[in-house]
């Protein structure tokens, strides 16, 4: 497995339609999109052009929006998952979404593949100067509490964030 962090791109279209396919009606966390995803030429050819906004240090984004590095999770050239990375914190980022969000498609779970890309994330905020990161996940979400906590997460708390859409929500941050 040779995991890499790959800008949206339309070389890998079909792949990245049949790994945001798979999630269904769920939403994709760390994917630039809402659920449900329409995995179609357009709303790819959208998630470039968003991509390449967000990630564009020198452009001025609207009020409340921070730029972020959208990625897709990739092995071998096939899309197995999707990450976000947001370079600061708003409000809403710094009390429950955190700096890095991330999904792998389910045919490709329990394979390492969120941690190997979590690893390559937390090298990217290094490289932007980032000394810490804030990672959260639902209190009963074991799989993503694991993959932070391997990533030398330390949990800041667990709280009720059901008015951001969250039951229980845990706070981990990693030291970079
Ligand atoms: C959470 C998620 C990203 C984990 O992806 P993954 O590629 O399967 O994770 P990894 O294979 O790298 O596993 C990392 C660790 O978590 C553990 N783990 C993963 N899924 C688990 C599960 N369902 N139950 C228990 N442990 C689990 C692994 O055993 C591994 O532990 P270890 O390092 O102690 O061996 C994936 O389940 C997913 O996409 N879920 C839906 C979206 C989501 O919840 N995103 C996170 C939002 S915060």
């Given amino acids: ?21 798979e999630f269904g009606d769920d939403h994709i966390d760390g994917s630039g999109l809402n659920a449900p995803v329409t995995p179609d030429r ?42 976000s990375f947001r370079h600061d914190l708003n409000e809403w980022l710094r009390e429950a979404g955190g700096h890095i969000g991330y999904a792998v498609r389910a045919s490709r779970r329990r394979q390492g593949c969120a941690s ?6 937390l090298d990217r905020a290094r490289e932007i100067g980032l ?16 993959t932070i906590e391997g990533a030398g997460g ?11 859409g969250h039951a229980l929500l845990r706070r981990y941050w990693v030291a970079l």
């Fill in 116 to 121: 190997a890309a979590l690893a390559l994330a």
């Fill in 42 to 83: 357009a709303t790819l050819d959208a998630l470039i052009e968003k991509s390449d906004l967000l990630s564009d240090t020198t452009a001025k984004l609207p009020e409340g929006s921070v730029h972020n590095d959208l990625y897709w999770i990739v092995d071998d050239g096939e899309v197995v998952g999707f990450l």
């Fill in 154 to 164: 330390v949990l800041q708390d667990i709280s009720d964030q059901t008015e951001r």
């Fill in 131 to 146: 000394d810490r990161v804030l990672i959260t996940c639902d209190d009963d979400n074991i799989g993503s509490a694991r």
């Fill in 1 to 21: 497995m040779t995991i890499e962090l790959i800008r949206p791109t339309t070389d890998l279209f079909e792949s990245w339609a049949e790994a945001a396919a």
